[in-house]
Nanobody, 126 residues
Framework: QVQLVESGGGSVQAGGSLRLFCTAS????????MGWFRQAPWEEREGVAI???????RYADSVKGRFTISQDNAKSTLVLQMNSLKPEDTAMYYC????????????????????WGQGTQVTVSS
C-alpha cells in the first residue's frame, strides 16, 4: 500500500523560496515514477516535476530553472526545492506516484498516477 504525505508548504513573497517534502511508504518498487503536481482554484491539476527509478527528471516549462526535484538515498523522501517563486506558483501541491513503471511522456497528466497525497498549500504574494 503506497502512502504519500506532503509537508513544507506555506506563504512567501515573490522571489522567495520554499521546500516541499513528500514522505513515501510502501514504495519499495524497483520501477516507479514519482513527482509533484499542483492545482490552483478553478484550474486543472498540472504536472510540475517528476523523477523516476532511473533518476531521470522532467519539469514543466513554467518551472524549469527555478524548481529542482530530488529524492534521498533511501528513496523514501521526495523533495521539491522552489526558488524565485512567482504569484502564479500559488496552488495546492500534491505528491504523486506510479509504481511498476517508469515515467513516460504522459507524466504531466494526473490520470497517469495512481497514488496521491493530501496536498500542501503554497501561497506566493506579490
Amino acid at each position: 500500500q503506497v502512502q504519500l504525505v506532503e509537508s513544507g508548504g506555506g506563504s512567501v513573497q515573490a522571489g522567495g523560496s520554499l521546500r516541499l517534502f513528500c514522505t513515501a511508504s510502501g514504495t519499495s518498487y524497483s520501477s516507479y515514477c514519482m513527482g509533484w503536481f499542483r492545482q490552483a482554484p478553478w484550474e486543472e491539476r498540472e504536472g510540475v516535476a517528476i523523477v523516476d527509478s532511473f533518476g531521470d527528471t522532467r519539469y514543466a516549462d513554467s518551472v524549469k530553472g527555478r524548481f529542482t526535484i530530488s529524492q534521498d538515498n533511501a528513496k523514501s523522501t521526495l523533495v521539491l526545492q522552489m526558488n524565485s517563486l512567482k504569484p502564479e506558483d500559488t496552488a495546492m501541491y500534491y505528491c504523486a506516484a506510479r509504481v511498476y513503471d517508469s515515467c513516460s511522456d504522459s507524466w504531466n497528466f494526473a490520470w497517469y498516477f495512481g497514488h496521491w497525497g493530501q496536498g500542501t498549500q503554497v501561497t506566493v504574494s506579490s
